[in-house]
């Protein structure tokens, strides 16, 4: 199976901060990675997929790039509503498989 | 626009078949998979495996011989089932559809269905 590790599990910052999540793959999945947003009590919401397209109605402060096995979500300006647990995918190969999660919480 | 809901016995006992179904409202199974995803505080977001409208499927090589989906388009409903349960099937259960091109992905997702594994 594929791993996927997401960088850092936890991170704290304020509104109107960039932050950066990074995902990396154990092993090439060209750009076939999807990026979820969620909070607590609700199911995954996409963000982004094939690395870096963003999901309709998905605001453009929400972004995605990759470089080799290493793929990062940024979000240039926090908002309050953004503050969840992010999820990468990999969709690649099977099993598809899921990163454990960054949890963005409130500075 | 498209909106999926999970349904089934929140209570399953050990040893007993799981079963769940996802109703989707707001468009057609066709043409799509669908796919079943569970979520644990210690295992977090697993992929079950999915289910084309053609009856074709892809399950996880962890539970593929336990997993069973299929589809009711007469319904526009897909549904999983999940033969002896133990505790370690305890878990919210989340339906979603699945892109049908190249560039795969899961939109939108169910609200998600709690699964617990107790006698």
């Known amino acids: 199976d594929i791993q996927l590790t997401q960088s850092p599990s936890f991170l704290s910052a304020s509104v109107g901060a960039r932050v950066t999540i990074t995902c990396r793959a154990s092993q090439g999945i060209s750009s076939y990675l999807a990026w979820y947003q969620q909070i607590p009590g609700k199911a995954p919401k996409l963000l982004i997929y094939?690395?870096?397209t963003l999901q309709s109605g998905v605001p453009s402060r929400f972004s995605g790039s990759e470089s080799g096995t290493e793929f990062t979500l940024t979000i240039s300006s926090l908002q309050p509503e953004d503050f969840a647990t992010y999820y990468c995918q990999q969709l690649s190969s099977y099993p598809y498989t899921f990163g454990q999660g960054t949890k963005l919480e409130i500075k | 626009q498209v909106q999926l809901q999970e349904s089934g016995p929140g209570l399953v006992k050990p040893s007993e078949t799981l079963s769940l179904t996802c109703t989707v409202s707001?468009?057609?199974?066709?043409?799509?998979?669908w796919s079943w995803v569970r979520q644990t505080a210690g295992k977090g977001l697993e992929w079950i495996g999915y289910i084309h409208d053609t009856g074709s499927t892809n399950y996880n090589p962890s539970l593929k011989s336990r997993v069973a989906m299929s589809v009711d388009m007469s319904k526009n409903q897909f549904s999983l089932k999940m033969s002896s349960v133990t505790a370690a099937d305890t878990a919210i259960y989340y339906c979603?559809?699945?892109?049908?091109?190249?560039?795969?992905?899961?939109?939108?997702w169910g609200q998600g269905t709690l699964v617990t594994v107790s006698s």
């Open positions: 094939a690395a870096s």
């Open positions: 979603a559809r699945v892109s049908p091109t190249v560039w795969r992905w899961f939109d939108p």
């Open positions: 707001g468009g057609s199974v066709r043409n799509y998979y």
